[in-house]
């Protein structure tokens, strides 16, 4: 099952990935991660399933490429969050990808590991950016992918119903509604 969550900035989606990554077993892949200094955000940094962290944007670091105001740092995606993604895609049954986003679509070898990623198997659960891009229209419009909005009304269900959506799949729910 592949399951995208989109929304606006700031909704919760690195939240709801984050807590959807404790409760699942056997996942590999990263989330992101504000950087904040003095109460001001200055960047993001990646975090893998396997706790490695590396720089993904900031501020004050002049990485080569920039969106809106963060220099992003594509060694560190790709060398960090991209083997994240292709080591979960060998050894485990969940992919967690936070995000499918602006910054990180610059990299050609996370678009190449995300197509392998959906063309693949296993389950997937990855935060998506809202606004249209070609690559991310293709990503949502693939068949058996399912898209949540996340909102501030749907905020604390969504857990619930991303969780059995996939147990379902899993053919993990005995519960037919019979009784």
Known sequence: ????ITGRPGVGKTTLIKKLSCLLQNA??????EIRESGKRIGFKIVTLDGEEGILARTDLPFPYRVGKY???LKDLEEIGVRSLEGALREKN?????EIGKMELLSSKFREVVEKIFDSEKDVIAT????S?????????RDGVVVFELNEKNRDSLLKEILYVLKFNRGENNDTGAD
């Open 1 to 4: 099952m592949k399951i995208l």
């Open 28 to 33: 590999g892949g990263f989330y992101t991660e």
């Open 71 to 73: 220099y992003v740092n």
């Open 94 to 98: 969940l992919i967690i990808v936070d």
């Open 128 to 131: 998506i950016k809202k606004s």
């Open 133 to 141: 891009d070609p690559f991310v229209e293709r990503i949502k419009s």
